[in-house]
C-alpha cells in the first residue's frame, strides 16, 4: 500500500473524491508538484506558456471554494454574482475547491461535477433543486473535509522526510565509523605487518631463503591480539615448518597452515606483567618517557614534551623524542593497543603519542 505522504497531495485527492461522492466527476485540477512544474489532469503534456501563465493567475486566490457552470479551468466565460439569473444559478454544478500549496505561495485547484441527480438530505433530487444556500453549505462541508485530507498529506510527506534525513544521517554515521574502522583495522595490520616482517627478514638471513607470508597470516595474527614474543614466536614455527618441508625451494611460501597457534596458548595466558617486557626495546623506551613524566608531574611541571626530554637520563630534546617516536610508530601503535592501562600520562600529553592513542581508541568505540 502506498502511503499518502508519497503523493502531492491533488493527485490523492483526486484518487479518493470519488470514493468519498460516488457519483461525482473530477473534470480537471491544477497544481505546481514538488518539481517546481505545472500540472493539469488534462494535459498529458507540459502548459505552454500562455496556459502558464493563466493557470498561475487562477491560482492566485484567496477563494476556498466557489460555484461555477464551467468544468474546463481556463475557461473565458465568467459572470459576475450580479449578473447571474436563476437559470445561471441552477446551472452551476462545478465545484471549485482550492487549497494551499505546499510548494510555493499560491493555491492548487479541484474542479468536481455533480451530476444532475443528487443524493442530499435523504431525497434523491435534481440537483437543479438545491437552493444556493444549500450548495453553500455543501462546498464548505467538503472543503473542510477535503482540506483536512489534503493537509494530513502534507504532514504525512514531512514526516517521511524527516524519517528519511534521520536515516541518511545514520547512514552517513554508519559508515564514517566503518571508513575508521577499517582505517585502524589497517593501521593495526600495517604494525603487525612491520612486525612480522622484520623478524622474517633475520630468519631468511639465517636459513639463506626467500619467506613470502601470505596477507591471510597477517590478518588472523591481527586477529588474535597476540604479543610482539608470541607473533614473532608463530612467524618462528611456521618459518621452520615451511622451510623443512619445502627445503629444496628458494622461495617458500607461509601460509594460515603453517601457523600453529595451539603452541602459544601457554605464553599467551602469562599475565601481562610478565610477557611485556619480552616486547622489546620500544616497550622499554614507553616505560622511560612514563617515568620522565612522573619526574616532571612530581616537581610541579607540566607535562610536556619538553619537560619529559628534560627529565629522561640522559636528558634529550623534546625534537628526539618525537623522531623517536616516528621511526617506531608501527610498534608502539600495537603497544597502546595491547596494554590500554600503562603509560596513562604520556598517552595523553605527549602530542605524538596522544594521537596514535587515539586513533586506537576511536576504533574501540565504533566496534
Do not use: C
Not at 77 to 93: C, G, P, R, Y
Not at 269 to 292: F, M, Q
Amino acid at each position: 500500500m502506498r502511503l499518502a505522504g508519497t503523493y502531492h497531495p491533488i493527485p490523492y485527492l483526486i484518487e479518493r473524491i470519488t470514493e468519498f461522492l460516488p457519483g461525482v466527476t473530477v473534470t480537471s485540477a491544477i497544481w505546481v508538484d514538488f518539481d517546481k512544474q505545472i500540472y493539469t489532469t488534462n494535459d498529458a503534456n507540459s502548459l505552454n506558456d500562455y496556459l502558464k501563465v493563466k493557470a498561475q493567475n487562477i491560482r492566485n486566490t484567496k477563494l476556498n471554494s466557489e460555484w461555477s457552470n464551467q468544468s474546463e479551468p481556463f475557461s473565458e466565460i465568467k459572470k459576475s454574482k450580479n449578473q447571474l439569473t436563476f437559470e445561471d444559478e441552477d446551472a452551476m454544478n462545478v465545484l471549485k475547491l482550492y487549497f494551499p500549496s505546499p510548494v510555493d505561495d499560491f493555491k492548487d485547484l479541484i474542479l468536481i461535477a455533480f451530476p444532475q441527480n443528487v443524493f442530499l438530505k435523504s431525497l434523491n433530487a435534481k440537483f437543479k433543486g438545491i437552493s444556493t444556500q444549500e450548495k453553500h453549505i455543501l462546498s464548505n462541508i467538503l472543503s473542510s473535509i477535503f482540506s483536512a485530507e489534503h493537509k494530513r498529506v502534507i504532514e504525512e510527506r514531512e514526516f517521511l522526510s524527516s524519517v528519511e534525513y534521520i536515516n541518511r544521517k545514520k547512514d552517513a554515521r554508519i559508515k564514517q565509523l566503518t571508513d575508521d574502522l577499517k582505517s585502524t583495522e589497517q593501521l593495526y595490520s600495517s604494525s603487525i605487518r612491520n612486525i612480522i616482517n622484520d623478524f622474517k627478514n633475520k630468519l631468511e638471513k639465517q636459513l639463506n631463503k626467500t619467506f613470502v607470508i601470505n596477507n591471510h597470516v597477517i590478518y588472523k595474527l591481527a586477529k588474535e591480539r597476540l604479543t610482539i614474543e608470541n607473533i614473532e614466536l608463530a612467524i618462528k614455527n611456521a618459518v621452520y615448518l615451511a622451510y623443512n618441508l619445502s627445503v629444496s625451494e628458494d622461495s617458500i611460501q607461509i601460509t594460515v597452515d603453517h601457523i600453529q597457534l595451539d603452541k602459544l596458548q601457554q605464553i599467551k595466558n602469562k599475565p601481562a606483567s610478565a610477557t611485556i617486557v619480552n616486547d622489546g626495546r620500544t616497550a622499554t623506551l614507553l616505560d622511560k618517557y612514563e617515568e620522565a613524566a612522573i619526574r616532571a608531574s612530581a616537581f610541579g611541571m607540566v607535562i610536556n614534551g619538553k619537560n619529559v626530554a628534560a627529565q629522561l637520563d640522559p636528558p634529550v630534546t623534546p625534537p628526539a623524542i618525537t623522531d623517536a617516536i616516528k621511526k617506531k610508530k608501527t610498534k608502539i601503535a600495537y603497544l597502546l593497543q595491547q596494554y590500554p592501562e600503562k603509560w596513562s600520562n604520556i598517552r595523553k600529553e605527549i602530542r605524538p603519542i596522544s594521537i596514535l592513542d587515539q586513533s586506537i581508541n576511536s576504533i574501540s568505540n565504533a566496534s
